[in-house]
């Protein structure tokens, strides 16, 4: 039984990698759903404690990238927090309609748009857009390098 709840849980660190890059599948929570599945089989003792608060770590921290990455970007580029709040509505939004294209675009779109009209300077309203288009690209770089370290340290720490 454990062995096979062993596989179901590898299976769901490797879900959460391809989570990582495909929208809408909740990559680190997967990971971490494998880490807990394959740590509730063992009887609460393998990984260890430390091995699964890092992990544990590790996985809260991909979540933040993910839901704030772009958000930060934006506002280092000079976005209102309500500028960063509507881009975010409608980068979900987007995704919907024209998947990972579309939450770059909508993302984009509205920063640029918002920041504009608040401001009435296309330069500053490129500006912001561009570090949210930035963010977006690279918290989803980030998510992949950090499910994928989730990954080989569950099957170093597990399996090895």
């Known amino acids: 039984m454990v062995e ?3 596989v179901v849980a590898v299976a769901l660190l490797i879900l959460g990698v391809l989570g990582a890059v ?4 909740p990559g680190a929570p997967l990971s971490l759903a494998g880490v807990y599945l394959h740590w509730w089989a063992s009887g609460y ?3 260890g404690l430390l091995v699964l608060v890092g ?3 590790l996985g809260l921290f991909t979540i933040a990238v993910e839901y704030a990455g772009g958000a930060m970007s934006a506002k280092f580029g000079g976005a209102s927090t309500r500028t960063v709040a509507l881009a975010t509505v409608a980068g ?3 995704i919907f309609v024209a998947g990972p294209l579309g939450l770059v675009a909508g993302v984009a779109g509205t920063v640029f748009i918002t920041e504009f009209y608040r401001h009435r300077d296309a330069r500053r309203g490129a500006k912001a857009a561009a570090y949210a288009t ?3 690209l690279a ?4 998510q992949v390098l950090l499910t994928v370290t989730i990954l080989v340290a569950f099957v170093l720490a597990v399996l090895v």
């Open 55 to 57: 992990l544990t770590v």
């Open 92 to 94: 979900l939004a987007a």
């Open 22 to 25: 495909v929208p809408l599948l």
């Open 4 to 6: 096979a709840l062993t």
């Open 139 to 142: 918290s989803s770089i980030a």
């Open 45 to 47: 003792s393998d990984p």
């Open 134 to 136: 930035i963010g977006v």
